[in-house]
């Protein structure tokens, strides 16, 4: 598994183009956080992606995604900010190096994470954005994806668990999980959620991805509630 952070896209570098390493052996997923005031304009090159508004509200082309909302698309996009700004986790899938693209006046782009996808499941994919809610205290026992994905925490506090170490997340933070590795997860003592994107098996739309590793944890109680955003075909990178 390979994954790597990078750094922040300055306003004084707004006005020239953005070009991150190449990868010619894996697709790569990578999640940014981009920062737009009320004059906030971002033109982004086709590619798959998924955009979800952290706070305030955007256009995206012509559709306006409000607070806790997502678009899904592939092709070259203009995201232009509210008039109260907006902060937006957007989720690239690449190969080799992305497209450049141009931040507009009062844009800020950071790039949280980004992961070779060495677990790529093979034949036909889905594109899967969603968000997983806990109760305070609640557990994802343990268990495993049948895909790779990039998760980013939005409420609450949450412990992680897998490969033999273990990571407390907080508002903000985010992690990848390989798929096949198994996870364990638990909640703090407030209501948690994260969003998340997976790319998984096509025959997965509309059905769930996770795997129990233990028989007896298939018939407990399950505390997770999910809402997807997007089940979408993908062609194979």
């Known amino acids: ?13 707004r006005h020239s183009c953005c070009h991150a390493p190449a990868e010619t052996m894996h697709p790569v ?12 304009v971002l033109s982004l090159p086709a590619l798959p992606r ?9 256009m995206v082309g012509a559709r306006p995604i409000a607070q806790g909302e997502a678009w899904h698309g592939q092709d070259a996009v203009t ?28 844009v800020i782009s950071r790039e949280r994470i980004a992961a070779r996808l060495e677990t ?19 557990i994802a026992y343990l268990h495993r994806h049948q895909g790779p994905g990039i998760r980013c925490l939005i409420e ?3 412990r992680v668990d897998t490969a033999g170490e273990s ?20 909640a703090g003592n407030r209501p948690t959620r994260f969003v998340r994107v997976m790319i998984l098996p096509r025959a997965l739309i509309g059905k769930s991805s996770i795997q ?7 018939a407990k109680p399950k505390a997770q509630q999910y809402r997807v955003f997007v089940d979408a075909p993908l062609a194979r990178p």
């Not at 997923?29 to 906030?40: V, Y």
């Not at 900010?81 to 190096?97: F, H, I, K, P, Y």
């Not at 790529?120 to 609640?138: K, M």
């Open 1 to 13: 598994m390979s994954v790597y952070r990078e750094g922040v896209r300055t306003p004084e570098s």
């Open 29 to 40: 997923l990578r999640l940014w956080e981009d920062f737009l005031t009320d004059r906030g």
């Open 50 to 58: 998924m955009l979800y508004v952290v706070r305030g509200a955007a």
């Open 79 to 106: 995201v232009r900010a509210s008039e109260a700004g907006a902060t937006v986790w957007r989720w690239d899938l690449s190969t080799g190096t992305p497209g450049a693209w141009r931040n507009g006046p009062g």
């Open 120 to 138: 790529l499941p093979e034949g036909d994919l889905l594109w899967r954005g969603d968000s997983v809610a806990f109760p305070p205290g609640g």
């Open 156 to 158: 609450g506090e949450l």
């Open 167 to 186: 990571h407390s997340y907080q508002v903000g933070d985010s992690w990848y999980e390989s798929g096949p590795e198994p996870v364990f997860a638990r």
């Open 212 to 218: 129990y590793v233990n028989e007896d944890d298939k």
